[in-house]
């Protein structure tokens, strides 16, 4: 079981990542460096963020100030669509480390598919890889098909996967797929931007156990072995959403939320979103 919030999933490579991290899309300025020094005062020690939010830069000044040892915290960002190619992806990696104020990531992702060029990014990611300028690579909003077609050139295989994913979307085949090959499902919008705080099954579950729906919803993330990056700028909700380490949902209940699927998407397709 699961039962801190520094505990982690063994990535493919061996490298760590926490179970729980805390998201930034949409924070800025001094709102994002306020919502993650939050987070890491109360333990989340992973931080979700992307070149197209704007806020590495705040996100790097939280960091640095927080005193919280380099080795002890895990850092994702994303290559922006603009920049997939190889040498854009390598200039774009070095203004992220830039912005970021660190010599290393954690975590680096191909942000979404797009149509054609996410093999020679992916081949600039391998490099990184390879450098010591990031501990594990991955993609964002991949399907199977994306994966399959990277996969099947041979060389690295992502260390994660990060969808959309919340109970009106549970993606049961990429779950499946991503479990067979070794990558690691990663959620975002998890808790479906609050969308789902007045489904009575979550209201139910969260009554029985004295939490709240997203809270419900946090904790079938990762008892499905799915890490998760609930996003908040507000102090109350990102303590809410990192005390899911006491209690433990049953198989039935797992199943009861699983059944709340609906193929519902907040954001878009990875099929439809192209940029050339
Ligand atoms: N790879 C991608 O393409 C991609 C796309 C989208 C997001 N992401 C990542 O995933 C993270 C999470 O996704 P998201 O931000 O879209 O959605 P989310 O985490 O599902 O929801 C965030 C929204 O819900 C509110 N909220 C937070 N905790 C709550 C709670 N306990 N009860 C009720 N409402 C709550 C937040 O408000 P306040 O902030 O006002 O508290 C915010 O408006 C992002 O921040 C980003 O890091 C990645």
């Not at 975002?188 to 789902?196: A, D, F, V, Y």
Request: with cysteine; hydrophobic share 35%; glycine share 8%.
């Amino acid at each position: 079981m699961t039962k801190h919030i520094t505990d982690c999933t063994i990535l493919n490579n061996g490298v760590t990542m926490p179970w729980l991290g805390i998201g930034t899309y949409k924070a800025k300025g001094k709102e994002v460096q306020q919502a993650v020094e939050t987070a890491l005062e109360v333990g989340y020690r992973s931080i979700d963020t992307a070149s197209v939010y704007g806020n590495e830069e705040e996100v790097g000044q939280a960091i640095a100030s927080s005193g919280v040892a380099r080795n002890e915290l895990f850092v994702t960002t994303k290559l922006w669509n603009d920049d997939q190619g190889f040498d854009s992806t390598l200039r774009a990696f070095e203004a992220s480390q830039k912005a970021l104020g660190l010599n290393v990531i954690d975590l680096y992702l191909i942000h979404w598919p797009g149509r054609d060029q996410y093999k020679e990014t992916w081949r600039a990611f391998e490099r990184l890889y390879s450098e010591g300028s990031v501990r594990a690579i991955g993609v964002s909003n991949f399907q199977v098909h994306h994966l399959r077609d990277l996969i099947d050139e041979g060389g690295t295989v992502p260390a994660v996967n990060q969808v959309e994913l919340h109970p009106g979307l549970i993606q049961q085949e990429l779950q499946d797929f991503c479990g067979e090959q070794g990558i690691q499902l990663e959620a975002w919008s998890p808790i479906m931007k609050g969308k789902l705080n007045q489904d009575s099954t979550l209201k139910g579950l969260a009554q029985k156990y004295g939490k709240t729906p997203a809270q419900i919803i946090l904790r079938w993330d990762i008892q499905n072995q799915i890490v998760t990056i609930p996003k908040s700028v507000t102090p109350e909700r990102i303590r809410e959403n990192a005390d899911i380490f006491d209690f433990e949902l049953t198989p039935d209940e797992l199943r009861q939320i699983d059944a709340l699927d609906a193929d519902k998407r907040t954001g878009p397709h990875p099929d439809q979103l192209f940029w050339d």
